[in-house]
């Protein structure tokens, strides 16, 4: 089961989802593997500060159509994770134009999908997209069995949710099929009237696409970067780690998550 | 003067800073221009929600070589926008090779410049910058006389500020000069150790280069998109709009506006 987290507004926990939804996947006995897609790294940063070499990170999967089996490291308590790396800024013009380069990251996952060991192997494939919808957010897109939009909850944020869902109409001809999607709003503040009004336009707008979990603005959340940890081992009784955990829930319960 | 407001971490700020203190610099008689370089338009949907066709966007300044003062419309009370258009997407795999395009913000607004007629003139030009590095951001770090850096206050956007010091020192061959530059805390919120945190870490990192004045976490600031303003003509005594007055002295008093 393979879920794209994309949004391509900025700044709306995209990066944060992925690691928490991991997180709470991983606390249910599912093994995850993160693929980090975003030339700036910072799925890979909470991993390691320093990050990895171009060689062995997602951009030689571009480069070298390498293995991703080869590119895999334990991430302990998640599972897994495939790095990302600056030098991924030059996949638009590099490779943009190459021979069904939209698939390769599908490709790469299928192929990882048979290998016979372990490494690399999962239940549920969490990927972390840029804020930038090129070849990379589309490999994501159409390597996905479904995409996961978090949302914040301000009004910018809610005219970006109404372009991707023109984004995904639009692509519906090309990936032929309508992808299942859900909205997420994240830093939600209930002492603001704005998170409330928020809320119910998404609902106007998108109806049960829209997860009724919401995730609140909670200062664990931001902190858990800072300690290379994700919100479950960094305040596992925070409001945030309970809201990660009910969206996991609600996930595979609403058929989201198979 | 021309001020590029970048940071290619997403969701820090930038469209924000770049209307508020359009606003705030307005509000003290500078004529201001704001550009909009942003193919998700969210500066421009705050001036009309609906935006313009692409022919009247900027993105007609990359495809058609059209002078800036054609595309130039009134901003009641701020001054004058150049807006952008989803469009613009195109821009990096279109004309990204063209000969010369890195400088075509720059020769465009060179040429508004010099118009005998009082359309698009402006004390101040402030241009907004997508969450990418790609042509149309490296147009707007080459038409610059500065560089204002929003930096939310939290880790992830941290991080992402040391990648812009290493992007900028490594355009310093290319541009000729070491770009002047300021980093704004943004999202400012007094009640969590993290935000002091971070600040104490920029001005480590960076010293007089951090603004004195950080912008607090205000809903004042995040509602008035929804109202097609800026948070001065909201919420006049709003926190979020003597933060901005007291930038815009700041920027004065230090010479980072001339
Ligand atoms: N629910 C929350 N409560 C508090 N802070 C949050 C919450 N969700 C996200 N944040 C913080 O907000 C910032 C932005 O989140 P994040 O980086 O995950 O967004 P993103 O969509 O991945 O951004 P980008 O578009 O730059 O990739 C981060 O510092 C993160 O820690
Ligand atoms: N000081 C603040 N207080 C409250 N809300 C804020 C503040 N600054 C920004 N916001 C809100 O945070 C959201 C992100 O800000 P904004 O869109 O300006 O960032 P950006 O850097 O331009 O994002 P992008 O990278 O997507 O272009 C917006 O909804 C904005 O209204
Ligand atoms: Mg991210
Ligand atoms: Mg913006």
Known sequence: MRIAVFNQKGGVGKTTTALNLAAASARH???????????????????????VEARASIFSLYQHNRPLVELVIEWPTLGWLIP???????????????PNIINRLKAGLNELATATH???????????????????????LFAADGVLIP?????????G????NRTLTALEPVLKRRVPRRYLLT????????????????????????????????????????????????????????????????????GFIA
């Open 187 to 254: 830093r939600y503040d209930r002492r603001r009237r704005m998170s409330q009004d928020i809320l119910t336009q998404m609902q106007t707008l998108f109806g049960a696409d829209v997860c009724t979990t919401v995730i609140s603005e909670n200062v664990a959340i931001a902190e858990s970067p800072a300690v290379g940890r994700d919100v479950f081992a960094h305040a596992a009784s925070s409001r945030g780690a309970q809201d990660y955990a009910a969206l996991l829930d609600e996930l595979v319960m609403s």
């Open 29 to 51: 006995g599912k093994r995850c593997l993160l693929v980090d897609l975003d030339p700036q790294s910072h799925l890979s940063s909470i991993h390691t500060i320093e990050g």
């Open 151 to 159: 949302v914040s909850s301000d009004h910018l944020s809610l005219r």
């Open 84 to 98: 990302a790396h600056a030098e991924l800024i030059k996949v638009d013009s590099l490779f943009g134009k190459g």
């Open 161 to 164: 949710a109404q372009q991707i």
């Open 118 to 140: 372990d490494k690399g192997q999962s239940d549920i494939t969490l990927i972390d997209c840029c804020p930038f919808l090129g070849v990379l957010s589309l490999n994501a």
